[in-house]
């Protein structure tokens, strides 16, 4: 009986986490290029608008007179009629960077600058954060097994990995990057971010999530949370960048600094929102924080005793800039939103649920404004802390993973 239940709630699970929104009848940039290269008028300022753009990178704009100038004016006008103003792109698609080089330079022609604003990608059905209102259910399942022996989640869930061909193929494939050696380097890092990319766009959250966000009781199952990316090779180098420096890398990589938007957009904390974030939506800030994962400005928990996250770098010869520096990295470190929503995935509870004291409402400088967040404290005293002294309800995904693990047991390579 048990096991006929746990075969018709897995399924369950994968459709509630891979629906999507449509975003009705918003095109990808792709199509929407495609689509204004065919009509002349379109295509006619489409044109212009790029030859304005290529000009901007070569001072064009000094070197043109007023005509010229106006007429990119005009074009850009004209192009806020189009699909091609409000179209997005999905994260993982096929032609990824492709749409992200036609959004972010639509994006620069018509805003007027290149500021990380707007996450460029196509919003997700809130149906993700699913994967927490089933906790009740599965728990009601697993009463079904006696003597299922609680651990170590982290580790529970690598195993449950390895049982599930798609995320043991993908984990596989960033395991072996970014463990073997080249020439004088730890690893190929680059070989190792796309494959780790590749295991976030490509396996079901309730098993990747279940590996990056799993909740611990002791120092042993935060280190294996921490080991998760491989930070020796994806993470770690040996001196750490200014974080300003950094930001200005990741920014000329469409990838990077789309995956960078998308973070500033869905985790911006809000001190007056139940959950601590703006857009009231956990699901949304996890998605966007694993898509740094695979980027120059990949992050991970900076020690083993706490939820604190950051990438590799430092506000260190920041002169002037320091507080701005420290802003950027403390959006990371302090982040409310971020740290609630990691609880949230391990508690089982979602935000989704909730309903906001009064509404919050969000512009296009969101993450204008993202940098200009101030530190307050998470929750009631000592929830910070991610090795509580209560224990906390393990998470529907972890469940179901002790079992598999229970009902089938094997073990996994570099510590599954």
Sequence with gaps: MFLATLYFALPLLDLLLSAEVSGGDRLDCVKASDQCLKEQSCSTKYRTLRQCVAGKETNFSLASGLEAKDECRSAMEALKQKSLYNCRCKRGMKKEKNCLRIYWSMYQSLQGNDLLEDSPYEPVNSRLSDIFRVVPFISDVFQQVEHIPKGNNCLD???????????????????????????????????????????????????????????????????????TIVPVCSYEEREKPNCLNLQDSCKTNYICRSRLADFFTNCQPESRSVSSCLKENYADCLLAYSGLIGTVMTPNYIDSSSLSVAPWCDCSNSGNDLEECLKFLNFFKDNTCLKNAIQAFGNGSDVTVWQPAFPVQTTTATTTTALRVKNKPLGPAGSENEIPTHVLPPCANLQVRTASRFLAGAPFLVGG
């Design 157 to 227: 869930a690598a195993k449950a990995c390895n049982l599930d061909d798609i995320c043991k193929k993908y984990r596989s494939a960033y395991i072996t990057p970014c463990t073997t050696s080249v020439s004088n380097d730890v690893c190929n890092r680059r070989k190792c971010h796309k494959a780790l990319r590749q295991f976030f766009d490509k396996v079901p959250a309730k098993h990747s999530y279940g590996m990056l966000f799993c909740s611990c009781r002791d120092i042993a199952c935060t280190e294996r949370r921490r080991q």
